[in-house]
């Protein structure tokens, strides 16, 4: 099923598959490219992206009427490594072992 229906999408283009589901009772959206979802009006409208040290990404969610969400910058990359292994069950000698061959920081 999932072939057939890509051979057909296949056949037109995204705008042209809009153009013949505008009005009618389809549930459908475009999916569309992250350029085009930071310039779209509804995104716009919603709030759906924020800028955090230089990079945009999507705002939190869920929102709510009475709490402003907060945004905040990732950890950096490898951060949580060492808690994570150990609450997985790594020995000290197994995360050295890691650490040392290069497969974690």
């Given at each position: 099923?999932?072939?057939?229906?890509?051979?057909?999408?296949?056949?037109?283009?995204?705008?042209?598959?809009?153009?013949?589901?505008?009005?009618?009772?389809?549930?459908?959206?475009?999916?569309?490219?992250?350029?085009?979802?930071?310039?779209?009006?509804?995104?716009?409208?919603?709030?759906?992206?924020?800028?955090?040290?230089?990079?945009?990404?999507?705002?939190?969610?869920?929102?709510?009427?009475?709490?402003?969400?907060?945004?905040?910058?990732?950890?950096?990359?490898?951060?949580?490594?060492?808690?994570?292994?150990?609450?997985?069950g790594f020995s000290e000698a197994e995360?050295?072992?890691?650490?040392?061959?290069?497969?974690?920081?």
């Amino acid at each position: 099923m999932r072939e057939r229906l890509a051979a057909i999408f296949r056949t037109r283009s995204r705008a042209a598959w809009c153009a013949l589901m505008e009005g009618t009772d389809v549930c459908f959206a475009p999916v569309l490219t992250m350029e085009e979802a930071l310039r779209h009006p509804h995104a716009r409208a919603r709030a759906a992206f924020v800028e955090l040290d230089g990079v945009t990404q999507p705002a939190p969610a869920p929102r709510f009427s009475r709490t402003e969400p907060e945004a905040s910058a990732p950890r950096e990359n490898g951060a949580d490594t060492e808690e994570v292994l150990r609450e997985a069950g790594f020995s000290e000698a197994e995360r050295r072992a890691l650490r040392e061959a290069g497969v974690v920081r």
